[in-house]
């Protein structure tokens, strides 16, 4: 199966991303982590643009061959990044569920956004004007949502894990 997390930065995204994937065993791919590799590399003169995403999606598709659930951790903000993953999943002959987590308290949000460390050397993290001036298409057809405004990372993990494991799907879009 493919898990496939999307959020702005700092709803605590990453956090249940990496709590579910310990919990579960799953592998863990991150766009941030591909993205701050090609940075390092020093090889691209300009923006990453979708190096990053691409990376992530080879990574994710040759861990669902091998059999292995797959978390995937990426803002995820439009259409054509949240439709790729479907592929990858379709390609890989896996289901996919789709997860927008959010903070609906944006004081909490702010607070979050502005206290998080950073993820390693050369990593910087948006601001919160750049956060709230992100370009972010509607979802469409429903994901499974998860507000982390009023629960820690234990009950958001125990909440996508009881919505998951229902008799019927969850609402959203499957490959």
């Known amino acids: 199966m493919l898990i496939i997390f999307g959020g702005l930065p700092g709803t605590g995204k990453t956090t249940v991303a990496r709590a579910l994937a310990k919990q579960t065993g799953g ?3 991150r766009v941030d982590t591909a993205e701050q590799a090609i940075r390092a590399s020093d090889v691209l003169k300009s923006e990453v643009g979708p190096a990053g995403y691409m990376v992530a999606y080879g990574v994710a598709e040759d861990n669902l061959r091998l059999g292995n ?3 995937a951790d990426s803002v995820n903000c439009i259409k054509i990044t949240r439709d790729a993953w479907l592929s990858v999943a379709a390609r890989s002959g896996v289901p996919a569920v789709e997860i927008e ?5 944006k004081d ?9 460390a950073t993820d390693g050397p050369g990593a910087r993290n ?3 004007d750049e956060i709230t001036n992100r370009h972010y298409e509607d979802w469409g057809q429903s994901p499974l949502v998860i ?4 629960q820690d990372v ?3 993990v125990a909440e996508v894990m009881s919505r998951l494991a229902l008799g019927s799907r969850p609402p959203g879009r499957y490959a």
């Open 27 to 29: 592998t863990y791919v």
């Open 69 to 71: 659930t797959v978390v």
């Open 101 to 105: 987590i959010i903070c609906s308290d």
């Open 108 to 116: 909490e949000h702010r607070r979050r956004a502005e206290a998080r």
């Open 126 to 128: 948006p601001s919160w």
């Open 147 to 150: 507000d982390t405004a009023a």
């Open 154 to 156: 234990e009950q958001s």
